[in-house]
């Protein structure tokens, strides 16, 4: 139940897997929801809620429109964003994920909207210095530095969720844990992999949809105008042990080819999210991470079901 002084959030990335699982959980606690997408996204994944939502094609108006419609916006949640997993060319991944939020978070001040929550990656703690996704992850973490300098204006709030490594049903077969749910419960002859030594803190979508949830519940305790917090379990596990614990819950007959193929350069070794800061909010993710694979299994095959007929 949502029992603090926001009331209306306007979304973006509300048509994707992440922030449309959101939506709906934000309705489901009695939240206004705007949504911000392009004329031509896919709706399929927010079509039980369109009716309770209000919707703006961001490429067919000027975005203070929602500011101008609405009395007031009480919290932006950004989510939406650009992997470049489809061949985008730099300058469409840094209009993404950089101009576009850059853009929006200056409006939304002008409007006195009191929160700016935007979803950052793991990829861009100060420590790592990973060359997966360059352009993704440089576009994320100039946005991020922009949207601190911002708070420091003190017209806005801005709370950065780092999420660490996210994962659930449904989500793009083009993202590495989708990939390996699917190639398993398909019962691929062959899965070639690295090693699988690389320690990741693995997030079930329902968890870190959890914590924007405690974040906006609490916002009357967010009393600096920069927040941090990492979302993830607080626990990092090899990727072999993922891999091996969806191998064997799924009963796949996938052989696994640990070693058939080399590190990338420069890959992260070990991430692990320091998630002290949300528990202080009574945030908690649930429940271990065994049962949120199993989940993923029956919703996985679930889909995959779906999507042949």
């Keep these: 139940m949502n029992t603090t002084s926001v009331k209306t959030v306007l979304l973006t990335g509300g048509t994707g897997f992440l922030g449309s699982q959101l939506a709906s959980e934000l309705l489901h606690n009695n939240y206004q ?24 094609d961001i490429d067919k108006i000027q975005l203070e429109q929602p500011f101008q419609d609405f009395p007031k916006i009480d919290a932006v949640i950004h989510t939406a964003t650009c992997h470049g997993l489809n061949q985008e060319h730099l300058s469409e991944v840094l209009s993404a994920n950089t101009w576009f939020p850059l853009r929006l978070l200056e409006i939304a001040a002008d409007y006195q909207t009191s929160y700016f929550i935007n979803t950052d990656t793991f990829y861009n703690k100060a420590n790592y210095s990973s060359q997966h996704r360059n352009g993704y992850t440089l576009s994320k973490k100039q946005f991020f530095s922009w949207g601190k300098l911002a708070s420091q204006a003190e017209k806005i709030k801005f709370i950065n969720l780092r999420i660490e490594h996210l994962f659930g049903a449904g989500d793009s077969e083009k993202k590495f844990v989708t990939f390996l749910f699917r190639s ?17 803190d693995f997030i079930h979508v329902k968890d870190a ?3 924007y949830l405690t974040i906006l519940q609490n916002s009357d ?3 600096q105008w920069y927040h941090e917090y990492d979302v993830g379990r607080g626990e990092a596990v090899t990727l072999r042990s993922l891999i091996e614990t969806i191998h064997q819950l799924s009963h796949s007959q996938t052989v696994l080819e640990f070693g058939a193929i080399p590190y990338r350069q420069g890959d992260i070794m070990y991430s692990q999210g320091d998630i002290t ?10 429940p271990d991470l065994a049962t949120r694979i199993q989940e993923t299994i029956i919703a996985e095959k679930q889909f995959l079901s779906v999507s042949k007929q």
């Design 184 to 200: 398993l419960i398909q019962n691929k002859p062959h899965l070639p992999l690295t090693q699988g030594e690389q320690k990741r």
């Design 277 to 286: 800061a949300l528990k202080q909010l009574g945030w908690q993710p649930q």
């Design 209 to 211: 949809i959890s914590a």
């Design 33 to 56: 929801v705007i949504i911000l997408k392009r004329s031509f996204s896919n709706t399929q994944r927010i079509q039980s809620i369109l009716p309770q939502v209000s919707l703006y």
């Design 221 to 223: 305790k967010l009393d």
